[in-house]
């Protein structure tokens, strides 16, 4: 029964990722029991319903370009005891790799992959983290055999981590259907990433923020806008183009969280804010404004606002002068107005008094972040009013001189070819 293959049907698989062949069986006057399984080593099979089976199996590198035959029976047994066989049915697993090649510079990362079977078959649906932004579509830079992506270290939806030495950039390319609420299985999944060390100067051209889109069951799409304005009136945004955001010690900063949606009688809710080095709410250094709803930073001040706008100002504190530069990360979430029991009705909480969170009438928790801030030696000028002075460049102490590029199947090792950043020394 279908999804079952056919029998001596090719199927493809990656290196380090496993393929998942499905089995289903029915029988007449009989119940499904067992399912025989024969097949390369490490090939595993798992129960998913009683008529269904899931056969398992991840090649290594030792088996690239090679073809192993994976077989199976379907049992059964009646009333009486009495068992019953399926017809043998086999197919052929047929081992590959994507040929990749990642490239990092210090502000960009360029990926090149040779366009498989598989790469072609899904070529149409394939994008990387961020679908939504035409610059990032796959096919701008493709060519009949590559597909070839080229975004800055902080667009198209890369995420940054860390670990002792370095900071690492990821994304990758992807067949999840991007309407699905959830998706448990994707035809491609090409992991790439960039490794910067901590230690030597990397420069970056930042980019404001666009609004962050979201799409959940309920509330349809809806996006979240973080911004910095000039003063306490919000009336005059701080222009996009001359980020980063240069601030003076003790200066107040004025930000605004506003939240579009369709959908009416919503509100927002701000549950953290918090000041990292890097473009990452996960960092391991930061200093926190806001938690659990309440407010952490004594200099803090909340302004009147719409439901759907949250608006806040505070102190430039010494935490950015520590770090080249910072960014606010800030964790939000929509909630129906006038529902009990959501977060947004719950306000500040302190322990353990967090309640469950109730599915339909709230979205979960989105983090946001916009940036980077950067301080301003009094010795190098002089602040004058409130509004924030704004400069073109930053240089910040987490890239390298070069960089590592690496390529994840879904935690696998693959032969990418790696091209080193060209050297350029900075006084």
């Not at 996006?223 to 000039?230: K, R």
């Not at 919000?234 to 980020?243: C, E, K, L």
């Not at 719409?306 to 800030?330: K, L």
């Not at 070069?402 to 696998?412: K, T």
Request: aromatic share 10%; net charge neutral; proline share 4%.
């Amino acid at each position: 029964m279908a999804p079952t293959p056919i029998n001596g049907a090719n199927l493809p698989a990656f290196v380090n990722q496993t393929i998942n062949i499905k089995v289903r069986s029915r029988a007449q006057n009989a119940t499904i029991y067992g399912l025989i399984v024969t097949g390369p080593k490490g090939v595993s099979k798992s129960k998913t319903s009683t008529e269904e089976y899931v056969i398992k199996w991840k090649p290594t590198e030792n088996e690239v370009n090679d073809h192993f035959p994976i077989c199976f029976i379907s049992e059964a047994r009646d009333r009486n005891g009495r068992g019953y066989q399926s017809e043998l049915r086999c197919v052929t697993v047929d081992v590959g790799r994507h040929d990749t090649t990642v490239t990092c510079s210090e502000t960009t990362m360029k990926v090149e992959v040779e366009k498989t079977y598989l790469i072609r078959r899904f070529e149409d649906s394939l994008h990387l983290n961020d679908f939504q932004d035409s610059s990032c579509n796959l096919t701008t830079r493709s060519n009949s055999t590559h597909l070839v992506a080229v975004m800055s270290l902080n667009t198209c939806g890369t995420l940054i981590d860390e670990d002792d030495d370095n900071i690492i950039f990821k994304n990758e390319i992807t067949s999840a259907d991007t309407n699905g609420v959830i998706s448990r299985q994707h035809d491609v999944e090409i992991a790439f990433s960039c490794a910067y060390p901590k230690v030597t100067n990397l420069t970056l051209g930042f980019t404001h923020k666009n609004p962050y889109a979201f799409t959940e069951k309920g509330f349809g799409a809806f996006t979240f806008q973080f911004e910095f304005f000039e003063s306490e009136r919000f009336r005059t945004q701080v222009t996009s183009s001359t980020y980063p955001v240069e601030v003076y010690l003790k200066q107040m900063m004025f930000m605004q969280i506003e939240a579009t949606t369709s959908i009416p009688s919503t509100e927002l809710f701000v549950e953290s804010c918090r000041a990292t080095p890097y473009d990452n709410p996960n960092s391991r250094i930061s200093y926190t404004i806001i938690q659990n709803g309440c407010v952490k930073d004594n200099t803090v001040q909340i302004y009147p606002s719409s439901r759907t706008q949250f608006r806040f100002g505070m102190e430039a504190f010494e935490f950015i002068g520590a770090h080249e530069q910072v960014y606010i990360t800030c964790s939000v979430i929509l909630c129906e107005s006038g529902v009990s029991g959501t977060r947004c009705s719950q306000g500040c909480v302190t322990g353990n008094n967090r309640r469950k969170r109730e599915a339909v009438a709230e979205t979960s928790s989105h983090f946001i972040s916009q940036g980077p801030l950067h301080l301003v030696k009094t010795s190098d000028s002089q602040a004058s009013g409130l509004s924030l002075n704004m400069g073109l460049n930053i240089v910040f102490i987490v890239g390298c001189l070069l960089a590592c590029g690496v390529v994840i199947y879904r935690s696998r090792r693959s032969n990418a070819k790696y091209q080193p950043l060209p050297t350029s020394e900075t006084d």
